[in-house]
């Protein structure tokens, strides 16, 4: 009579293993048995670099409306040549100035519609900050006034409905505009804010139909020095590329070719990065210029690619709602694009640019982002905060979350137990970390103990010079704990702790583990 095996005790051998942070990434596109362990299933508030995953750091509240009903939506920092930078914010009443911080009652420059597009430009005339949003009369601001745009206007603007501009660029000395529910875009004169806009249509050039979405520059180093290239989008993801400065001139504008990509979101689709042109399209995040310096039939894969279907399961869901757009944080070498999940929330895919590492922040909830004078700001409902400072929300604990691949620990086939772990990271602060364990590909539950990190810190008049540590070193801390949980073929981490006033880097997982048998 053939016996049934039980699952019973397990002939254990006992050894040790350590596995790095996930540093490189969150991904949801590989299978999970395949995945390596450098890689986490997810990963909220923890920034994946090189040396291990980072606690984010918070936001402060710069500025509130006074009235709650008013929302910001639209960011629009002034950088002139000299002088100080300046801050503007576009709510469903107009244009509040919002440099100072504190709070604000009224618009310096008056609208109907809070979604406005902007740039800067320098001409001999000074530094100009201009402005449109498909609704409102397009306008600019001089350092000092703000001039709002027409046929009537001084200087005036003609060639063009100023109330029918839905974006503004800059290429070679001259600003290009998109209008609403067109093929053409218009430009104006040399090194000028107004004018005569001129039209050029792309009509015959976009085979797919739909309109201009947004126009942008494709720098390419040719081996001589760069050359910009003119980049214009269409509603149907078509791309049409020319080379020159002068679009009246058949010798000096011409094309390069069109383009096929995936279609764009929003009418905030594009974003520069280190040079390159990229694009929040509806198979994720691309690298324009990737795609159009290619000469092969093969796709070029988006620069979101490990996480292609958390992407694409939100752009399905949420595609219509306001709030898509890409910032580029080149200090911390960050890709921030920020996803609305409606109801005033969203999230944020975040890619470490010098690794192509993904995670994802949760608890900023922005409907707007820009830099501001080297500092990420965003817009939520009636206010702005100020990005990556500090150690918490606005007063708000930061939550961060991470689970880990599935591990083998190099013996697939045997089931493990874990009998003790040890988390090595450098921490400020006291941090009650919870751990738990889920086998065999179980989605888990963080029902784990609550291991906590606590990092003693000097104090003033009683800490000894080079001998204590101060609040700025920090120190690597590890502690050796038990996590209860069902043996498996395979396990993965689940980490979560609320963090306040503290810091966090997760360099390693140390564990003591027993294998048993296959059943």
């Known amino acids: 009579m053939m016996r049934t095996p039980q699952r019973g005790a397990m002939a254990y051998s006992v050894k040790t293993k350590t596995v790095p942070a996930p540093y490189k990434g969150w991904n949801t596109r590989g299978p999970q048995a395949d995945l390596p362990a450098e890689y986490a299933l997810f990963l909220d508030n923890l920034f994946p670099n090189k040396g291990g995953c980072e606690l984010r750091k918070g936001c402060s509240r710069m500025v509130t409306h006074t009235d709650v009903t008013k929302v910001f939506r639209s960011l629009l920092p002034y950088q002139p040549t000299s002088g100080v930078p300046r801050l503007f914010a576009g709510a469903q009443d107009g244009i509040y100035e919002v440099t100072a911080g504190g709070t604000v009652t009224s618009p310096v420059s008056s609208g109907t519609n809070s979604e406005w597009e902007s740039t800067n430009i320098t001409t001999a005339g000074g530094s100009f900050l201009w402005c449109c949003n498909g609704v409102d009369k397009s306008r600019y601001f001089n350092g000092t006034a703000w001039t709002v745009l027409d046929g009537a206007s001084t200087p005036a603007l003609t060639g063009v409905t100023s109330s029918d501009i839905t974006s503004v660029?800059?290429?070679?000395?001259?600003?290009?505009?998109?209008?609403?529910?067109?093929?053409?875009?218009?430009?104006?004169?040399?090194?000028?804010?107004?004018?005569?806009?001129?039209?050029?249509?792309?009509?015959?050039?976009a085979g797919k139909g739909g309109h201009l979405v947004r126009i942008g520059s494709w720098t390419v180093d040719s081996g001589t020095g760069p050359n910009d290239y003119f980049v214009a989008m269409t509603s149907e993801g078509q791309v049409i590329v020319y080379t020159g400065y002068d679009p009246s001139s058949a010798t000096n504008w011409t094309l390069v070719g069109t383009f096929d990509v995936a279609p764009p979101v929003s009418k905030r689709p594009l974003v520069k990065l280190n040079g390159?042109?990229?694009?929040?399209?509806?198979?994720?995040?691309?690298?324009?210029?990737?795609?159009?310096?290619?000469?092969?039939?093969?796709?070029v894969p988006p620069l979101s690619d490990n996480i292609s279907s958390a992407y694409k399961d939100l752009y399905d869901s949420y595609k219509a709602e306001f709030g898509w757009c890409a910032t580029h944080f080149e200090q911390r070498d960050m890709l921030i694009v920020n996803i609305p999940l409606?109801?005033?929330?969203?999230?944020?895919?975040?890619?470490?640019?010098?690794?192509?590492?993904?995670?994802?922040?949760?608890?900023?909830?922005?409907?707007?982002?820009?830099?501001?004078?080297?500092?990420?700001?965003?817009?939520?409902?009636?206010?702005?905060?100020?990005?990556?400072?500090?150690?918490?929300d606005n007063s708000a604990a930061i939550v961060p979350r991470a689970k880990t691949s599935p591990n083998y620990f190099g013996t697939a086939g045997l089931r493990h137990k874990i009998g003790l772990l040890r988390i090595a990271a450098k921490t400020i602060g006291t941090l009650p970390i919870q751990l738990s364990l889920a086998p065999d590909f179980a989605e888990g539950e963080f029902n784990g103990s609550l291991a906590t990190i606590t990092q003693q810190l000097a104090l003033w008049d009683i800490a000894?010079?080079?001998?204590?540590?101060?609040?700025?070193?920090?120190?690597?801390?590890?502690?050796?704990?038990?996590v209860a949980h069902y043996p498996g073929h395979n396990l993965a981490l689940l980490l979560r702790f609320s963090a306040k006033g503290v810091s966090f880097i997760w360099y390693s997982t140390e564990y003591i583990l027993q294998n048993g048998g296959p059943l």
């Open 169 to 205: 660029t800059p290429f070679k000395s001259r600003l290009f505009f998109t209008v609403k529910n067109s093929l053409s875009f218009w430009y104006l004169p040399v090194n000028s804010v107004a004018g005569l806009a001129v039209e050029f249509p792309l009509g015959v050039l």
């Open 276 to 299: 390159n042109l990229c694009a929040l399209t509806s198979g994720g995040v691309i690298d324009l210029t990737a795609v159009l310096q290619t000469s092969s039939s093969t796709p």
């Open 342 to 392: 409606g109801l005033a929330r969203s999230w944020q895919f975040v890619m470490n640019t010098a690794t192509g590492a993904w995670c994802r922040f949760v608890g900023w909830d922005a409907e707007a982002f820009a830099m501001f004078d080297g500092q990420p700001v965003f817009a939520r409902n009636n206010a702005i905060y100020v990005a990556w400072e500090g150690t918490d």
């Open 464 to 482: 000894v010079w080079d001998v204590d540590l101060w609040p700025s070193t920090g120190q690597t801390t590890s502690t050796w704990r038990t």
